[in-house]
């Protein structure tokens, strides 16, 4: 920072600026005679992080970009030039910077202590009045889009959760219904087997008998070994009987628990004849069962996933306040965030209280509190980590408590940890703004939030009056 000298010509550059054009010479001569003229060759500092904000900064020509130190990186918020206000202004309460500004080039900046404040209330209340507004534009702006920063953050995440878990569905449809397409042209080579047979409606009932006993009772659950040891034990019964494709039926037979006593049965029941247009039979039948179930079960997952998508967004309800159960809304966000507790193998403890009061709120922002939660949880957990979720009520208030069994926040930051733009994940995994947005939104909704940490466990209790 250098000093410049001061000329005539700066009133007419500070009437250039919207802020400023419509006040008297007199209050700007004013502005001009106790403010500090000073330029800031390019690499230098305007401010910093953590540094005392005492100045008013009109950038009166150059250009400074604006960067946040998110972990060990820095993260570029934007660029701002000539005709910009920054640093302190009238009846803020900014104490300190949470980023810093470094000059891109040469840049020339007129600085007025807060000191003078007080005196340009008296001297140009205008000026002042002008000066409050372009502090509540500057902060509905910076609101806006911070909050839109971390709902994009947000949906970022939740997006690669979804995008995975419907992934694994709609291929498991695809794949079914292939192979759907591909037995199906089988049918007729069997159906032609099945019509040169003569087999009495008896034996017939019977063998349909067996197939339904298959069909109607759940799967069986064999390990590794004992699906071997069946598999085997039925491909020795099939080519002991020259029966074709030996190798597919015994695959699809072990499916279903199909042992060699209920092939005995089939033999017995046919007196050992027609056997390879029999069992071809049975397996096709089995295995078109199989596919359709599994792509009546990939299905279901879709349309659970889509009706939690609706129901974390609230698509199709009111944006006003309702009642509402709030563990519905934490199981959904659980449902969002599946992806993520998988790849980490992490356990989910619910103990959701009984017959838990409804509180009115605003559904889509309390899943933003449960969202930001719950992952700064996932987080901070190692592999195999333990995430309990507790529900209870107390009086006339309802708690939610979400505990991680992570490493624990140091006590030097526990103070910060709810502050705009702070952080200690790297850019790209945090904004800094999730946790000021759920105190924000918990005070909304009238609420308060509390953390405990010690090593080993950290629990954020959040509490909300029931009426």
Not at 108 to 123: A, C, G, I
Not at 343 to 369: H, T
Request: with cysteine; hydrophobic share 40%.
């Amino acid at each position: 920072m250098h000093p410049v000298e001061k000329t005539p010509a700066l009133i007419g550059q500070i009437r250039s600026f919207e802020v400023f054009q419509n006040l008297p010479d007199s209050d700007l001569e004013w502005l001009i005679e106790r403010a500090d003229y000073v330029v800031y060759k390019e690499g230098e500092q305007l401010f910093f992080s953590g540094k005392q904000v005492v100045n008013m900064q009109v950038i009166l020509d150059g250009e400074y970009v604006m960067r946040l130190k998110q972990g060990n990186e820095y993260r570029e918020l934007g660029t701002w030039g000539t005709g910009t206000l920054t640093g302190l202004l009238p009846f803020s309460r900014m104490k300190e910077a949470v980023a810093s500004g470094t000059a891109l080039r040469d840049t020339y900046v007129l600085e007025l202590h807060k000191k003078h404040f007080t005196e340009m209330v008296t001297v140009s209340y205008e000026m002042t009045q002008n000066l409050v507004g372009e502090m509540s534009d500057r902060i509905r702006d910076f609101t806006a889009t911070r909050l839109q920063n971390e709902k994009l953050m947000s949906l970022g995440k939740l997006s690669a959760g979804l995008a995975h878990e419907l992934n694994n569905p709609a291929a498991s449809i695809v794949r079914n219904v292939e192979e759907l397409y591909h037995r199906t042209h089988q049918t007729p080579e069997r159906f032609k087997r099945v019509m040169t047979m003569r087999v009495t409606p008896e034996q017939t009932d019977q063998i349909i008998a067996i197939l339904f006993s298959k069909i109607n009772v759940p799967r069986p659950e064999l390990t590794l070994m004992q699906r071997e040891s069946l598999k085997d034990d039925l491909l020795d019964w099939l080519e002991d009987r020259n029966v074709e494709n030996a190798e597919t039926i015994a695959e699809t037979f072990v499916e279903f628990g199909m042992t060699e006593a209920d092939l005995d049965e089939i033999h017995d029941i046919v007196d050992g004849k027609h056997l390879d247009g029999i069992l071809p039979w049975l397996e096709g039948t089995l295995s078109l069962e199989m596919l359709v179930g599994e792509i009546q079960e990939a299905s279901r997952r879709i349309a659970t996933l889509i009706n939690s998508i609706k129901s974390y967004t609230h698509m199709d309800r009111s944006k006003d306040g309702e009642k509402i159960d709030l563990q519905e809304g934490i199981i959904t966000t659980l449902t969002m965030l599946k992806h993520q507790l998988k790849s980490k193998s992490i356990v989910v403890k619910k103990e959701f209280g009984e017959n838990l009061p409804k509180i009115l709120a605003f559904p889509g922002e309390l899943n933003q509190v449960w969202t930001n939660l719950t992952d700064n949880a996932i987080d901070a957990m190692d592999e195999g980590g333990v995430l309990n979720i507790k529900t209870y009520a107390k009086r006339d208030r309802v708690f939610v408590e979400i505990t991680d069994n992570g490493p624990g926040i140091p006590a030097e930051i526990k103070s910060k940890i709810f502050d705009p733009f702070f952080t200690t994940k790297s850019i790209g995994k945090g904004t800094g703004l999730g946790l000021e947005v759920v105190r924000r939104i918990v005070e909304h909704h009238k609420g308060s939030i509390e953390v405990d940490s010690v090593p080993g466990k950290t629990t954020f209790t959040i509490c909300f009056p029931v009426e």
